[in-house]
């Protein structure tokens, strides 16, 4: 899969994705991810790519020039299945969405900044919208970075093993259920005996019942969810 990302500050973006799981997609050649800095799309020998909200009011927008400038830019030379713009009123992303992305061979997300971008740029070229939640963030990139790292990991052969996505937190629509490591006694608390039992079936019966009795005391939400589809 490749995903490139747009943003005015690009230099949030390097980091997190040089570690870990999304440092060995991308060695396995599982995952391309190509960063974007608008500002070299920018306008005048300022490089100016934000400006005043017609109207009035507080804080800044990103002009259309610069964006579809460089939105064209990539969009001849790649086809996109998605045109991703972060915002606090998108689409709230979730497992489901992780995974239906998952699918996808080129992802191009934009970062916005200040106040937003352009409404032009989100009708006139983005393709879906998602908020990773409902609290504003400064920026897009944090956001970004949370879509990339969950699709990411979906990505066939990104996870050592195959098995372990499957199990995560929401993969089934339920919480994950508890895990435990050695040793099998420390300070007296024990691990549940029948995880120690190499009963595998017992095992999973015991995972699905936990798992099963997490999410009706935590997030009861998530079983209606279930019920209603
Ligand atoms: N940009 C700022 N806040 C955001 C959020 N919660 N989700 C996605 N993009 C954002």
Same mark, same amino acid.
């Given at each position: ?23 060995? +997609? ?84 934009? +970062? ?31 956001? +970004? ?56 079936? +017992? ?27």
């Amino acid at each position: 899969m490749r995903i490139d990302i747009i943003s005015v500050v690009p230099e949030l973006l390097h980091s997190p994705l040089q570690h870990s799981i999304m440092k060995r +997609a991308q060695e396995k050649g599982l995952l391309e991810v190509h960063i974007h800095d608008l500002r070299h799309f920018g306008l005048g020998k300022h490089r100016q790519v934000d400006d005043y909200p017609f109207g009035g009011g507080a804080g800044m927008v990103l002009r259309p020039e610069p964006l579809a400038q460089c939105l064209d830019t990539l969009m001849a030379q790649h086809t996109y299945d998605e045109i991703i713009y972060l915002t606090p009123d998108g689409q709230r992303f979730d497992q489901k969405m992780a995974n239906r992305l998952s699918l996808k061979d080129n992802l191009l997300l934009i +970062a916005g900044h200040y106040k937003g971008i352009d409404e032009r740029i989100r009708q006139h070229y983005v393709t879906l919208e998602i908020s990773i939640g409902d609290y504003v963030l400064s920026g897009g990139e944090l956001p +970004a970075l949370v879509v990339v790292d969950a699709v990411g990991r979906l990505i066939p052969g990104v996870l050592n093993d195959e098995t372990s996505a499957l199990l995560d937190s929401f993969q089934d629509g339920l919480l994950a259920p508890p895990v435990y490591t050695r040793p099998a006694n420390f300070r007296g608390w024990e691990v549940p005996q029948v995880l120690r039992s190499g009963n595998f079936k +017992a095992i999973e019966a015991w995972r699905y019942e936990q798992a099963l009795q997490r999410t009706r005391q935590r997030r009861p939400d998530l079983l209606l969810d279930e019920e209603a589809e």
